[in-house]
């Protein structure tokens, strides 16, 4: 019999890149293709569904998406078009296999924290409605699975993607900003997301998960773990509130628990502290 390949969109991204190398060893019954947005644009549907006919792949997890908030703001039409219907194309054309598809805690309006998969999304922006509305059709197939994230730390292809990335290259700038003190998040190593999803796959897990580090941190305590892995970066961070923020609404407090997939894993997810020093490479 031969090796079972599953496709994996976004290789260009953090998620995809870090399934793409961890698959030996967590998966190495599975033969990954690495999909790059140069090679197969998403959006470009017909294209999609020959290349798909053509590779006939035994799983796909869905990692390509327009993944920063304030460029979906910024162009609503592009981020449906990307995050919902291109995951349509994806999710129908995968009809009869496992569909893996990465979707976010923003989906939560952020009043109360430690959400669980039965909690009611409240998207407050593009972004997370792109999200719930591509939730919606993933969730619609019994066979898929949708995985809830929060932000993921580690290296990615082109060393700008990842919030760690950003905050590093900010302070690397000389940069001085503010950092709320009162949002609250669950991070993770994308490395260990990776670990979870390819043994969420290796059990033909369905259905909607909540995959976040063990911790419920505010943005304040998140830079203030990263900062001892970059000493002498010229920058300064100054805590700040979210309440003085202008932009669009923020979710105060989209913390997750875990609960739900921490059964099904057989390690324990870690909250950031142990996840960093577990991994200080992803962060160097
Ligand atoms: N990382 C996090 O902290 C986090 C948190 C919550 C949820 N998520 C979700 O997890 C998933 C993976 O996120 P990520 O951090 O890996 O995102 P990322 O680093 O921004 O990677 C997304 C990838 O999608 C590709 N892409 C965008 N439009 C495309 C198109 N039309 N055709 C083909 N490829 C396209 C991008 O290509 P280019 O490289 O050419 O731009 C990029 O390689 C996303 O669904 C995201 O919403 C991530």
């Not at 490395?191 to 259905?207: K, N, S, V, Y």
């Not at 943005?219 to 920058?235: D, E, M, V």
């Amino acid at each position: 019999m031969s090796t079972p390949r599953v496709w994996i969109t976004g290789t260009g991204g953090l998620l995809g890149s870090q399934l793409l190398q961890t698959a030996p060893p967590f998966a190495s019954e599975w033969q990954p293709v690495g999909l790059l947005r140069e090679e197969l644009d998403l959006t470009d549907f017909a294209n999609v569904a020959a290349r798909f006919r053509a590779d006939r792949p035994d799983a796909v997890i869905h990692c390509a998406a327009i993944a920063h908030p304030p460029v979906c703001q910024r162009d609503p039409a592009a981020a449906r078009l990307m995050n919902v219907e291109a995951t349509r194309c994806l999710a129908e054309l995968s009809a009869e296999i496992p569909f893996y598809f990465f979707s976010t805690d923003l989906v939560f309006d952020g009043q109360r924290g430690n959400y669980v998969e039965t909690d009611a999304p409240n998207p407050l922006s593009i972004y997370a409605e792109t999200k719930v509305a591509a939730e919606q059709i993933v969730l619609a197939n019994p066979r898929h699975t949708v995985l809830r994230l929060s932000l993921n730390f580690g290296r990615s292809p082109t060393g700008n993607r990842a919030f760690n990335e950003i905050l590093r290259l900010d302070l690397a700038a000389g940069k001085t900003f503010s950092v709320f003190t009162d949002e609250y998040r669950c991070p993770t190593a994308a490395r260990i997301t990776a670990r979870a999803t390819w043994e969420l796959l290796q059990q033909r897990a369905t259905g909607l998960f909540h995959l976040c580090g063990a911790d419920r941190l505010s943005r304040w305590q998140i830079a203030n773990l990263l900062l001892p892995y970059w000493p002498g970066l010229p920058g300064r961070i100054l805590p700040d509130t979210v309440k003085s923020y202008q932009g669009p609404p923020r979710p105060p407090d989209s913390s997750m628990n875990c609960a739900k997939v921490q059964r099904l894993l057989s390690f324990r997810l870690p909250g950031l502290a142990e996840a960093l020093a577990a991994h200080p490479g992803e962060v160097a």
